[in-house]
């Protein structure tokens, strides 16, 4: 659930003032937003949390949104275990410029012109920088959005070293039968991974008329009726399998799907926080919101992960440091080099991997979120960046998105003195 980022550098509400209204308000029944309504069968959900689901992504509320999942929710926990990895430290003012579309900004500035509600700078494995701001604080857990993608391919690749997956190659039918009368029939884990399954699931939010991607959304996330991995089973195809690379979360639910298929019964949040968050040394734990009825439901493997802000830098650290943290090889270190190589051409500015991002012509990648959520890495110069934000959800030419990654080029660029 997020956009293809382009053309980077680095590549009424009325108040009620009559007392004489206040009866009607008091009264008036409280209705489901009615393009929702007509969207799936009827919701158990309470319309008024239906209703904040809806317009969570909007402008105006998403800077406590993106930080209150778990109000408008059911979650399950990824949980962290005993004494969290301490991280370094060597503070420094952020005393650099940097340069986006023709003017030089100062980084006290990029914090508010690009929505920001928390951001943390690495440099060699230390913290050089950490800023809160929106009332938010070290134990506020943010949603990661499409961060979860990435987070979703470390546990693939750590299913697949266990021997749970026998090959990338393999037909992922063969472990989800339940797909074959759908267009995920022939097609491998890998195309799946790099986005190239070839199914037809335009990966387009526009809720006033809305197509597969969007009624999905409504119906596994608002209105909770459908598992959001539910459309794989009869969707149809627009690509030949491996043939033409296509932004869509259906395929990354399938990949959760597939962990849970494999993981020997358990589910998705508890193999997480065996196999990655608990030997990261997470400082707190994670959480999914999950999609579905109540107990059918799973996590929402696409998009629904939310942690604090550090404990998103260790992640970054972890893939810095070629899967080891904490005194272990979390992730193995081929599937960190794999994943974060270009599975295409690099023939434009980002690219793309096992579900991260990478930077044409660099050894940086990112894990990137819908509305401004990042874990960016540059191994050239030890820079790890994490910055958690609440872009408009019209950000207009990608405004947001490219000064971000103008802001990136700059930190990690420079020494700290």
């Known amino acids: 659930m997020t956009k293809k980022p382009t053309k980077y550098l680095f590549a009424n509400f009325a108040g009620i003032l009559s007392i004489g209204l206040l ?27 239906q209703n904040a689901r809806w317009h969570m992504n909007d402008g105006d509320i998403n800077v406590l949104t993106f930080r209150s999942m778990d109000t408008l929710f059911t979650t399950r926990k990824v949980a962290r275990s005993g004494n969290p990895f301490e991280l370094a430290r060597e503070d420094h003012t952020l ?33 050089v920088y950490e800023n809160y701001l929106n009332n938010s604080t070290p134990d506020t857990h943010f949603m990661g959005w499409s961060m979860t993608k990435s987070l979703t391919s470390l546990l693939v690749g750590c299913a697949l070293e266990e021997g749970r997956i026998r090959s990338l190659d393999d037909d992922i039918t063969d472990y989800l039968p339940e797909l074959k009368d759908g267009a995920y029939n022939g097609v491998s884990i890998r195309q799946v991974l790099q986005m190239r399954s070839g199914v037809d699931y335009e990966e387009s939010y526009e809720f006033d008329s809305p197509g597969i991607a969007a009624r999905n959304h409504i119906q596994a996330l608002v209105k909770n009726v459908v598992r959001f991995a539910d459309a ?7 690509h030949a399998p491996g043939k033409v690379f296509q932004y869509k979360t259906i395929d990354t639910a399938v990949l959760g799907l597939l962990l849970e298929r494999v993981s020997g019964g358990s589910n998705l949040a508890s193999y997480m926080a065996s196999r990655l968050w608990e030997p990261l040394g997470a400082e707190f734990d994670g959480f999914f919101i999950m999609d579905g009825e109540p107990g059918v439901g799973r996590e929402f493997s696409g998009a629904g992960f939310n942690a604090a802000l550090r ?21 193995p270190a081929d599937w960190v080099k794999e994943s ?38 540059d191994p050239s110069t030890n820079t790890v960046i994490v910055k958690l934000s609440y872009f408009p959800p019209n950000d207009k030419d990608d405004a947001a998105m490219r000064e971000t990654f103008s802001f990136f080029e700059a930190a990690s660029k420079w020494q700290p003195e």
Do not use: C
Not at 28 to 47: F, I, Y
Not at 100 to 123: H, Q, S
Not at 350 to 370: C, E, F, H, N, R
């Open 23 to 49: 009866p009607a308000v008091v009264h008036a029944k409280l209705t489901v937003e009615p393009l929702v309504a007509q969207v799936g069968p009827e919701s158990d959900v309470p319309v008024a949390i």
């Open 311 to 331: 404990d998103y830098a260790r992640v970054g650290l972890m893939m810095l440091n070629g899967g080891k943290l904490n005194n272990q090889q979390i992730i």
């Open 232 to 238: 794989a089973r009869d969707i149809k195809r627009a």
């Open 95 to 127: 005393d650099f410029s940097y340069r986006f579309e023709g003017k030089t900004y100062k980084p006290e500035e990029f914090l508010d012109r690009t929505y920001t509600n928390a951001m943390l700078v690495m440099k060699d494995g230390k913290i």
């Open 340 to 377: 974060t190589k270009p599975a295409g051409a690099e023939d434009g500015p980002m690219d793309y991997g096992y579900q991260w991002w990478t930077v044409s012509k660099t050894p940086a990648y990112s894990a990137i979120g819908l509305q401004g959520q990042f874990i960016f890495v």
